[in-house]
């Protein structure tokens, strides 16, 4: 069957590497869709790696280790896949940025109130007056970075 696709496989491996979004074990993928026969499905895309898995379990019927195991992935990453999937649907299936985003607690009010605040005071006094004012119990280092 052809779909009509004009990006060759080289072309769409080569974009799937540079967006991140290639799979990390192309070559455990022995799930039957991936048998190379049909170009649409191709193991080394991550994300149609991760939706088949899903399809041929929640469809299917197939075990999870069995789906897990066929596309490349240990059990407990089929879990966590799924339970992406189930809060956010297909941008479930994109891998989260790792590492922090930014201090998690330094609000746009706590920026401004710490931008108003006496420059005499020291990170550990202001740890004191954010608990008091705004419940939020911030680090010494966060405040004086946050400062800078």
């Known amino acids: 069957m052809s779909w009509g696709l004009t990006l060759s496989t080289t072309t769409r491996r080569r974009i799937l590497e540079q967006t991140g979004l290639s799979h990390p074990n192309p070559q455990a993928v022995t799930a039957p869709i991936f048998d190379g026969r049909e170009p649409f499905f191709l193991a080394s895309d991550k994300v149609q790696v991760k939706y088949e898995m899903l ?23 089929f879990y966590l896949i799924t339970a992406s999937f189930s809060d956010a649907g297909m941008h479930g299936l994109l891998d989260e940025r790792r590492g922090r985003r930014g201090p998690l607690k330094l609000t ?41």
Do not use: N
Not at 61 to 76: D, F, K, L, N, P
Not at 113 to 126: I, T, V
């Open 55 to 77: 399809r041929a379990h929640l469809v299917d019927g197939r075990s999870a280790t069995e789906v897990a195991e066929q596309h490349g992935y240990s059990r407990a990453a």
């Open 108 to 148: 746009p009010e706590l920026l401004k109130f710490l931008k108003a605040a006496e420059p005499a005071l020291s990170g550990a006094q202001l740890v004191s007056l954010i608990e008091h004012r705004f419940g939020v119990s911030l680090h010494r280092r966060t405040i004086e970075r946050a400062r800078r």
